[in-house]
Nanobody, 128 residues
């Protein structure tokens, strides 16, 4: 059974940085494709970053390229999302997600329905 626990959110000011973590209770961490999504009130869950299991290819939404970095530490079974130059519009609940599926292109990792396992979410609030 896969369990994901997200952490690292908080209340910050515009321009600050945060590093979100997602600790995974899994047998073979490296076999999963991984992603980060966010959701703000009244909006659909939005893809922000993803990483393939094979080759650790990374993918980003256009709105966050250059500011967000997804990474993972296989020894610690932990997925990260580094967020720099935070903006008020980054305010949302951030979710990590894992999938056993594998895709050869970007689009597979951008869809919430791709992922079988989800963390509980961590709130990021950015004040102007």
């Amino acid at each position: 059974q896969v369990q994901l626990v997200g952490s690292g959110g908080g209340l910050v000011q515009a321009g600050d940085s945060l590093k979100l973590s997602c600790a995974a209770s899994v047998r073979t961490f490296g076999r999963y494709g991984m992603g980060w999504f966010r959701q703000s009130p009244g909006k659909e869950r939005e893809f922000v970053a993803g990483m393939s299991a094979i080759g650790s290819r990374t993918y980003y939404a256009d709105s966050v390229k250059g500011r967000f970095t997804i990474s993972r530490d296989n020894a610690k079974n932990t997925l990260y999302l580094q967020i720099n130059s935070l903006k008020p519009e980054d305010t949302a609940v951030y979710y990590c997600a894992f999938t056993e599926k594998s895709y050869s292109d970007f689009y597979g990792y951008t869809r919430p329905q791709t992922y079988e396992y989800w963390g509980q979410g961590t709130q990021v609030t950015v004040s102007s």
